[in-house]
């Protein structure tokens, strides 16, 4: 076995352990054995637990940004928009265990608001802000900071996928993302031009 063959192994079993019991479960000592390796060989390739789950958040935003809105849609804002709600939705509710981690864990190198969003640095975020800065090109969005507007739209998504995440929420899947869905266009009122 290759030394990359290893350390993807490595990743592959952190992983695993994360999408079914969280980040909380992920040890060098139960990667490595469940990698099929000795813990020693678990620290030739990741010095420690943090340099693992790093790796394991940099594999998993890039396989993000690789599906993040790739639907076939149509290209107007709102078929775009609501698309990119439906992946945020796909991935949260799917995967509720990864979402947690890369969304709300406290981690290091993490992406940090402006600065990192307003370079285009986010995976989920970019996206999104892409189809508001179109929304304001087309007048269908007022003329202001397309990146304090991308917050607005998508921090009470994210607001409410955690309430549901924590069983705060008694509804069905589609009861649930219909409420996000019409949350998305209560926040979208704010920011549209009349015409919208």
Not at 129 to 136: A, K, T
Not at 155 to 176: C, H, I, K, N, W
Request: proline share 4%; net charge negative.
């Amino acid at each position: 076995m290759t030394a990359r063959d290893a350390a993807e192994r490595i990743a592959a079993a952190a992983l695993a352990i994360l999408l079914r019991e969280g980040a909380g479960a992920v040890t060098m000592r139960r990667v490595a054995a469940d990698a099929g390796l000795t813990t020693m060989a678990s620290y030739r390739h990741y010095p420690n637990r943090d340099a693992l789950l790093r790796a394991v958040a940099d594999a998993a935003f890039a396989d993000l940004s690789e599906q993040w809105g790739k639907r076939k849609r149509k290209p107007d804002f709102e078929s775009r928009l609501y698309g990119l709600l439906d992946d945020f939705l796909d991935f949260a509710l799917g995967q509720p265990a990864l979402y947690l981690f890369l969304i709300t864990d406290r981690r290091e190198g993490v992406r940090r608001f402006p600065e990192d969003f307003r370079a285009g640095e986010s995976p989920a975020f970019t996206p999104v802000l892409e189809v508001i800065e179109q929304g304001m090109r087309e007048g269908t969005l007022r003329q202001d900071d397309p990146v304090e507007v991308t917050l607005a739209i998508t921090t009470p998504a994210m607001g409410l996928v955690q309430l549901y995440l924590g069983g705060r929420m008694s509804l069905s899947e589609e009861d649930f993302r219909g409420l996000c869905r019409r949350t998305v266009e209560r926040a979208l009122d704010g920011v549209a031009t009349k015409d919208r």
